[in-house]
């Protein structure tokens, strides 16, 4: 049974109570519970393809963590756009985003490809797949601690988002299905994936803020109409859009990396001191 400390004890031993949780904002924390409900289902979703080898079950948990990702883009949102941000919130979005975006892509990962490897490769991809969820972790707790609840900490990002990990290893299963001639292509290709996206995700490589980018603030009327023509595009080869857009967010990042690195202009050269002017002069 857990005893209670008193009021006293707490004092004589230098320590305060916890501050108990009185009330939450409604609408932001359903939204986040939305996000951790999907990552469930997505994990029962990959049990039961364990369990039948049906890859249209493992194609339903994908779909699930790409539909995770909206309520995660509105969450945040939602609770900037009420003024409802709150240290509870933050924890909140953060322990569904390791269920949904650490957990469930690596045990997807797992499910799709212990069939495909031989016995050598079993034990490394396994590795792979809990290094990948670890790394989800470990982002996730550094974004909590780093984030402040203002919009200038909310324009881009030191690491790959984990969503956009998980987007891209999500949107990577759903050609199985619809292309099966592509099936052990994939499959042999995501465990490198899993391992490219976890380090991007721990590393301080800088990307946008993409919904803040393209969203907010007014834009020219064109804007609208490509916005239009990259959903139809979605739409019409949703089983390689997804992947490409994912996969190409999650490139941008070392490629201006490496941008920088090629392109960095070199450091203005410190004007001569007295003693040197005096020098050239004699």
């Known amino acids: ?27 932001p924390t359903l939204i986040t519970l ?40 509105l969450d945040g949102f939602v609770a900037r756009l009420t003024r409802t941000t709150s240290s509870f919130g933050a924890q909140l979005d953060s322990l569904c985003d390791l269920i949904t975006f650490g ?12 069939e495909s490897v031989d016995a050598y490769w079993a034990r490394p991809v396994q590795a792979v797949c809990v290094l990948y969820s670890m790394c989800a972790l470990i982002r996730l707790a550094r974004f909590t601690v780093e984030t402040t609840p203002d919009e200038g900490s909310h324009r881009e990002f030191a690491g790959l988002p984990s969503p956009a990990a998980a987007g891209v290893l999500a949107s990577a ?17 995501l465990p490198g994936l899993a391992l490219a996206t976890g380090i991007l995700m721990v590393s301080r490589v800088k990307y946008a803020h993409v ?5 907010k603030g007014r834009r020219p009327f064109i804007t609208l109409i490509e916005l239009a023509l990259v959903i139809a595009l979605f739409f019409l080869f949703r089983e390689f859009a997804f992947f490409i857009a994912f996969f190409g967010y999650a490139a941008t990042g070392p490629l201006f990396w490496l941008k920088k690195r090629i392109f960095r202009k070199p450091a203005p050269a410190a004007p001569p001191t007295p003693e040197e002017r005096h020098g050239n002069l004699s």
């Open 1 to 27: 049974m857990e005893r209670q400390s008193s009021p006293e004890q707490s004092k004589r031993w230098g320590f305060r109570r916890p501050r108990r949780l009185k009330t939450i904002a409604l609408l």
């Open 34 to 73: 939305g996000n951790g409900v999907c990552g469930v289902v997505a994990i029962f979703k990959i049990g039961q393809y364990m369990d039948s080898n049906m890859l249209r079950t493992a194609q339903q948990a994908a779909w699930l963590i790409l539909v995770a990702m909206v309520f995660d883009a």
């Open 103 to 114: 957990v469930a892509p690596g045990f997807l990962i797992y499910a799709l490809t212990r």
């Open 173 to 189: 299963a759903l050609p199985v299905i619809a292309f099966p001639g592509l099936a052990n292509i994939i499959q042999n290709a």
């Open 211 to 215: 919904v803040n980018r393209v969203l």
